[in-house]
């Protein structure tokens, strides 16, 4: 836990000290259950997108990042279609 902390506080240095980091709200089509919304998190995870948390409820999902089109094919890749 203390080490998770720390990479936490890590990350958040790191941002601090390059480029800023914009929150960006996307909506997605077809998402329906907790397997849509941990597709769609991991997909986006590992793209290197931050702080990546989907509402299922309100159809979309929100991280820190700066790359729209690369979050876009990113989601669209895992079978989801992004509202445009
Ligand atoms: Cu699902």
Same mark, same amino acid.
């Given at each position: 836990?203390?080490?998770?902390? !720390?990479? =936490?506080?890590?990350?958040? !240095?790191?941002?601090?000290?390059?480029?800023?980091? /914009?929150? =960006?709200?996307? $909506?997605?089509? $077809?998402? *329906?259950? /907790?397997?849509?919304? =941990? *597709?769609?998190? +991991?997909?986006?995870?590992?793209?290197?997108? *931050?702080?990546?948390?989907?509402?299922?409820?309100?159809?979309?999902?929100?991280? /820190?990042? +700066?790359?729209?089109?690369?979050?876009?094919?990113? !989601?669209?890749?895992?079978?989801?279609?992004?509202?445009?």
């Amino acid at each position: 836990m203390l080490n998770v902390l !720390i990479i =936490m506080y890590g990350l958040l !240095i790191y941002n601090d000290d390059t480029k800023e980091v /914009d929150v =960006m709200k996307l $909506n997605v089509e $077809n998402m *329906t259950c /907790d397997h849509c919304k =941990m *597709t769609i998190e +991991q997909a986006l995870t590992n793209a290197g997108f *931050t702080n990546v948390a989907v509402d299922l409820g309100k159809g979309s999902v929100s991280f /820190d990042g +700066q790359d729209v089109d690369l979050a876009t094919k990113t !989601i669209e890749d895992s079978g989801y279609k992004v509202k445009k």
